[in-house]
């Protein structure tokens, strides 16, 4: 059964750049879509990114300009950095795992499945 | 402002039936992008709990169910029971922004 877990910086200043990594264990990691997703506090979940093991990426078009997600194949890792970071993205990350499949030009979106643990970010200064 | 618009909270007593409400657009739900709900509970990661518009995962009673008409969806929860009070996401695939979540629901036991 594949789970996920993630690791990074929790306290941030302003203008720094946040760094988290999730790291999948006891399944595939090919063949699948990962994803960041975030939870300010008292707000609702909201869509980071993507990538999967080739490093095709998406990203949410009001982050866009601040993020990269990466991939390390052979660590079955995958990483977010958000750049100049302030006190709007303090909030709990999480990763996770977005399955999809494609047929054409169609694709289907699967429910995003398996969730790592959270980590809880702050920037302060 | 969510792209996906939930009610903030509802409510009710132990034993009878809620439903929660899903809006989205023609470029999410309308354009035939799947529906899915997580339970959130504070501290944890959400769980999924319907995906597919109206599918249970193993080990999610049967009292949650969902469904899916036009431009949005709905999740019904019957038999409320206190261990249900928690917040509840509905989340699809937009054409234009990716992942899309709603804004979330609070469900109250009274």
């Known amino acids: 059964q594949v789970q996920l877990h993630q690791w990074g910086a929790g306290l941030l200043k302003p203008s720094e750049t946040l760094s988290l990594t999730c790291g999948v264990y006891g399944g595939s990691f090919n063949n699948y879509y990962w994803s960041w997703i975030r939870q300010p506090p008292g707000k609702g979940l909201e869509w980071i990114g993507e990538i999967n093991h080739s490093g095709s990426t998406n990203y949410n078009p009001s982050l866009k300009s601040r993020v990269t997600i990466s991939v390390d194949t052979s660590k079955k890792q995958f990483s977010l950095k958000l750049n100049s970071v302030t006190a709007a993205d303090t909030a709990v990350y999480y990763c996770?795992?977005?399955?999809?499949?494609?047929?054409?030009?169609?694709?289907?979106?699967?429910?995003?499945?398996?969730w790592g643990q959270g980590t809880t970010v702050t920037v302060s200064s | 402002q969510s792209v996906l618009t939930q009610p903030p909270s509802v409510s009710g007593a132990p034993g009878q039936r809620v439903t929660i409400s899903c809006t989205g657009s023609?470029?999410?739900?309308?354009?035939?992008?799947?529906v899915h709900w997580y339970q959130k509970l504070p501290g944890t990661a959400p769980k999924l709990l319907i995906y597919g518009n109206n599918n249970r995962p193993s080990g999610v009673p049967d009292r949650f169910s969902g469904s899916k008409s036009g431009t949005s969806a709905s999740l019904a929860i019957t038999g409320l029971q206190a261990e249900d009070e928690a917040d509840y996401y509905c989340q699809s695939y937009d054409s234009s922004l990716g992942g899309v979540f709603g804004g979330g629901t609070k469900v109250t036991v009274l």
């Open positions: 023609s470029s999410n739900i309308g354009a035939g992008y799947d």
């Open positions: 996770a795992r977005w399955p999809r499949s494609h047929m054409g030009y169609y694709s289907y979106y699967y429910a995003m499945d398996v």
